[in-house]
């Protein structure tokens, strides 16, 4: 597994106060009419997929909110592949608290699970050849540092993580400031010492002005093949470069295989099934 724990920060609680809130509203209706206030329930969180585990202490924590006597069982640890049937969990709780939070508990699970599983088969589907798998900011917004969890949890790894924490000039920065090189020289004027400037490019022309710029990766957007080819022999290794745009599974390993350092897909985030996780009471 490629990360750290997942923390409950006081954002992503926030989140998840708020996704319940959307949920139940004025209350659960249904639940309210037909359980037994006082009433306590027992209910497994079963795989119905072969799938890796992501989420599993956000799913938790919504249960917890609900009813913070909750005890949430794990049989498997974060990261896990779990295989169709497998038990994910047990959760102990009001019955009101499990069925009130089901729905908003599974969303998240199933969603970081998704994320996880699809960045699995993209890092396996290059197994063997030096280079990274990496996602994008294209992520719905409010989930972002939880989706990008589940990108390393899959083995994947995160690109920046927002526009404040990496330079990566594009190319509408480069259509609005005149060029790669004057984007560079500005840039280079002020930016901060030890970030890495990051330039896109679109073709072999480019590719030349950005290492005349000194850059210090360059992204070569939606190049074909025999192009990333000839870019990595161009640059020879003297910086790193990232190949993006149009990658899916059937041919993230031949762009893998033209010798690029990383490749980003957005598909990790934007595109990925949610796998398909069941709650049942006992």
Not at 104 to 133: D, F, H, P, R, W
Not at 164 to 193: E, F, M, V, W
Not at 208 to 213: D, I, M, N, P, T
């Amino acid at each position: 597994m490629n990360c750290a724990p997942l923390q409950i920060t006081t954002p992503i609680r926030r989140f998840l106060e708020e996704a319940l809130a959307e949920d139940i509203g004025c209350g659960d209706i249904t639940t309210l009419l037909t359980i037994d206030a006082q009433k306590r329930s027992e209910a497994l969180i079963v795989a119905k997929q072969d799938m890796l585990l992501a989420g599993a202490t956000l799913a938790a924590e919504v249960f917890r909110l609900s009813d913070s006597s909750t005890e949430f069982i794990l049989n498997c640890s974060e990261g896990d592949f779990i295989r169709k049937g497998e038990k994910i969990a047990k959760v102990q709780s009001s019955t009101h608290a499990l069925l009130s939070s089901e729905r908003v508990a599974l969303n998240i699970l199933q969603q970081l699970s998704g994320i996880a599983t699809l960045t699995l088969k993209y890092v396996e589907a290059v197994s063997g050849l030096s280079v990274k798998i990496l996602d994008t900011r294209k992520i719905m917004p409010g989930i972002r540092s939880m989706a990008k969890y589940a990108v390393r949890i899959g083995g994947g790894f995160n690109h920046r993580n927002a526009l404040y924490d990496g330079i990566l000039i594009k190319d509408n920065h480069i259509t609005a400031c005149g060029g790669i090189q004057n984007s560079l020289y500005r840039i280079r004027k002020s930016a901060p010492q030890l970030l890495k400037i990051e330039v896109e490019v679109k073709n072999i022309v480019e590719l030349h002005e950005a290492l005349s710029a000194e850059a210090d990766i360059i992204m070569l957007d939606n190049m074909d093949i025999e192009a990333m080819k000839e870019a990595v022999g161009i640059v020879d290794g003297r910086i790193p470069l990232e190949a993006s745009g149009n990658v899916n599974l059937e041919n993230v390993r031949s762009i893998a295989e033209t010798g690029v350092n990383m490749i980003s897909v957005g598909a990790l985030t934007h595109s990925a099934p949610a796998a398909d996780i069941s709650m049942q009471i006992r």
